[in-house]
């Protein structure tokens, strides 16, 4: 079997470091048994491996995307050789097509257990916490001029969903700048940059008001709430106004151990939240915790002042209220709940779609508050993660 030298392209801008090397294959009726040098065996069945294949007939290298569909060839599609030269898996089809595998990049993507419980475990990055928690603090000038800095930084607003930026400019629209360095903002009907002050009876929110302000998420009222958001403090001088934040997975979790009937109807039975004014009407029917593929928490929509009159069946009105009673209680329990005040320069960074936030009522005459906030998607975050994560 003829062999060219060059390593083979992968459809990926990733690299997959060689972890273990191929030994042998042993050829099955529908797929191809691989061994590894850790003695691992991962089966790689014909229409997987032909599916992808990364020549530059079946995947355009500018892009490297996919170009082949796989009923572009037939279902039963066997190979005529196979065999592992120079450490690569080599498939001589028997239709013509030959295809060669990069063992970094087979391994990456094997489909026995073990790879597969090697991969979620990997995924599993989350860490709740309580309010014992040390929020991770960062430095703004070494942010915003080191990418080591960065990336450690946008991983524990991955893995703990706080974070703490201090030595930010106070001068308005400074965050602007700092929240760039992982993504472009996502503006809202309430700005790109929004004011969070008391403005009394202009206001268009009970954030704009000096009242306490309960646990809550930023516009469940949307199809996809904000990832990121970014809360700067350019002063901060008046009586309480402090931040309360609470792991909104901790006690997600906590009511999955402690009354799993409460979650399941809280992952299950939808409400409706509304943000209204006179230019607007925002309206979104979702619950209040979603699960993601694999079945992990992966988001807390809340917001008890932008709430709709509960809609469910009349069978189920009393499991829904007991539910979301408990729910509330838990965003009321110490255990949960870490508090704060943000200090001049300081800034607030979390994962809105999981970390619960909260303010203290403040008296706006004993002194002025200001803060300034945006949004980021978490989508952006997880990119800029993984893209400066390459070849690191
Ligand atoms: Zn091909």
């Not at 040390?134 to 703990?160: I, K, T």
Request: hydrophobic fraction near 40%; charged fraction near 25%.
């Amino acid at each position: 079997m003829e062999t060219t030298l060059e390593r083979p392209t992968i459809a990926d801008w990733r690299t997959y470091p060689q972890t273990a090397a191929l030994t042998s294959l042993r050829p099955q009726a529908d797929r191809l048994d691989l061994v590894w040098d850790d003695g691992r065996v991962s089966p790689f069945h014909h229409q997987w491996l032909r599916d992808n294949c990364p020549c530059g007939e079946c995947v355009y290298a500018v892009t490297r995307e996919q170009v082949l569909e796989i009923i572009d060839v037939p279902a039963d599609l066997a190979p005529e050789r196979a065999a592992i030269e120079l450490g690569y898996l080599c498939v001589h089809w028997s239709d013509g097509h030959r295809s060669q595998f990069d063992p970094g990049w087979l391994r990456a993507h094997a489909y026995d257990d073990d790879s597969r419980a090697e991969r979620l475990a990997a995924h599993q990055t989350t860490r709740v916490w309580r309010r014992d928690f040390e929020v991770p603090v960062f430095q703004h000038d070494q942010l915003m001029e080191d990418d080591s800095a960065l990336l450690e930084w946008m991983l524990a607003l991955r893995d703990l969903g706080l974070s703490r930026v201090d030595g930010v400019p106070t001068a308005p629209g400074s965050l602007h700048r700092i929240a760039q360095r992982i993504a472009f903002i996502r503006e809202t009907n309430f700005g790109v940059l929004f004011d969070v002050k008391s403005k009394a009876a202009a206001a268009d929110s009970n954030a704009y008001t000096a009242f306490n302000l309960p646990l809550h998420t930023d516009l469940p009222t949307r199809e996809l709430q904000p990832g990121l958001q970014f809360l700067h403090c350019l002063v901060n001088n008046a009586d309480g106004g402090d931040s309360v934040f609470v792991d909104g997975f901790a006690i997600a979790q906590a009511l999955r151990d402690e009354a799993p009937e409460d979650f399941r109807t809280l992952c299950e039975m939808p409400i409706e939240f509304r943000n209204k004014d006179r230019r607007s009407d925002y309206r979104c029917l979702a619950p209040v915790i979603a699960l993601d593929a694999r079945g992990e928490i992966s988001e807390i929509r809340i917001a008890n002042f932008l709430r709709g009159p509960f809609d469910a069946p009349a069978e189920r009105m009393e499991a829904l209220y007991h539910a979301w009673r408990a729910f509330l209680s838990l965003t009321r329990d110490p255990r949960f709940r870490l508090q704060q005040k943000l200090r001049a320069g300081q800034m607030w960074c979390f994962d809105n779609r999981r970390t619960l936030h909260a303010r203290t009522a403040f008296d706006p005459a004993s002194g002025e508050r200001h803060l300034q906030g945006c949004y980021i998607d978490r989508d952006e975050l997880l990119s800029r993660i993984l893209v400066l994560q390459r070849g690191r």
